[in-house]
């Protein structure tokens, strides 16, 4: 569910950005900062990139996690973990002010759009009900320096949005429980 979260606001994004600055060409890229070589990946040039910098298990958890199948029983399964991604989101442009520009229109995006579902979007994944989106504040200048430094990049004008609670489903079944058809106080005719 992870990446389907992440390339559903990629794409959302993108097409946001696209109609407001006119451009047929893809705007944003999922990818992170700095490749394995300590470089900038080509394909960030120009672009808003995405990148995923945390996870962090939600721990509010549901008390069961079973579900009806076709013959009227129920089947139990782990219980779904939910999570909370933290995205970093940074236009990487030649022009300065173009930048400045693209970072503008990000914030506007995720001020239109703090809920994403399917009330949105009729594209959102299966499996994912809903992703609400919230400004990191954090600590300011340091917390973004230290980011930037654990990245190997150099900094760029950024920001860091949490996205809320995305599900990992557990395929596992872990039991099956019978329907109730009855209880032996029932005779043919009714009750005793």
């Keep these: 569910m992870i990446s389907e979260a992440l390339k559903f606001t990629s794409d959302f994004l993108n097409q946001f950005l696209k109609r ?4 047929k060409e893809n705007l ?3 990818n992170k900062i700095i490749d394995f070589a300590g470089t900038q990946p080509l394909e960030n040039r120009n672009k808003v990139i995405i990148t995923l910098i945390h996870i962090e298990q939600e721990t ?3 008390f069961h996690n079973r579900n009806r199948i076709a013959n009227g029983n129920f089947v139990t399964k782990p219980l779904d ?6 995205l970093l989101i940074s236009p990487n442009f030649e022009d300065y002010n ?9 914030l506007q995006f995720f001020q239109i759009n703090g809920v994403l579902d399917s009330n949105s979007s009729s594209l959102i994944p299966e499996g994912i009900q809903r992703l609400e989106f919230e400004f990191e504040k954090g ?5 973004m320096h230290n980011l930037w430094s654990a990245l190997g990049a150099k900094y760029q004008p950024s920001v860091i949005y949490k996205m809320r609670l995305v599900t990992v489903p557990s395929e596992e079944i872990k039991g099956f429980i019978p329907s109730v058809k009855g ?5 043919e005719h009714g009750y005793e």
């Design 28 to 30: 944003v890229i999922i």
């Design 20 to 23: 407001k600055f006119n451009v």
């Design 139 to 143: 600590d300011g200048y340091l917390q």
């Design 81 to 86: 973990e939910r999570y909370n991604l933290y």
């Design 183 to 187: 209880t032996s106080n029932q005779t």
């Design 60 to 62: 509010t958890k549901a």
């Design 98 to 106: 173009e930048t400045l520009n693209f970072l503008n229109s990000v």
